[in-house]
């Protein structure tokens, strides 16, 4: 996920992707997201297990900004909100 012009980037991890990203728009969840105003879905991925899904989500944390950069850009070149495609 990312703000509105894409200067910060949040990799999480969630069991329901569509109710999660609807309480980050909402600003429902306290914290890193509503601080920084992260309501952008912009990149998803989806795993068969939550360990396989924390084990990428912790993969993606551990990569450069430039390779997160990269990524997003493979899968969503403009960089749209994703939210209502999921």
Same mark, same amino acid.
Request: hydrophobic share 35%.
């Given at each position: 996920? @990312? #703000?509105?012009?894409?200067?910060?980037?949040? $990799?999480?991890? @969630?069991? #329901?992707? /569509?109710?999660?990203?609807?309480?980050?728009?909402?600003?429902?969840?306290?914290?890193? @997201?509503?601080?920084?105003?992260? #309501?952008?879905?912009?990149?998803?991925?989806?795993?068969?297990? +939550?360990? $396989?899904? +924390?084990?990428?989500?912790?993969?993606? /944390?551990?990569?450069?900004?430039? /390779? /997160?950069?990269?990524?997003?850009?493979?899968? #969503?070149?403009?960089?749209?909100?994703?939210?209502? @495609?999921?």
């Amino acid at each position: 996920m @990312t #703000n509105h012009n894409g200067r910060v980037l949040y $990799t999480g991890v @969630t069991s #329901n992707l /569509k109710k999660r990203v609807y309480q980050h728009k909402m600003k429902l969840t306290r914290g890193f @997201t509503q601080k920084y105003f992260v #309501n952008k879905l912009v990149y998803y991925e989806v795993c068969q297990s +939550i360990i $396989t899904a +924390i084990s990428r989500e912790k993969q993606i /944390k551990n990569l450069s900004r430039i /390779k /997160k950069i990269v990524l997003i850009d493979g899968f #969503n070149t403009g960089w749209q909100d994703l939210y209502d @495609t999921i």
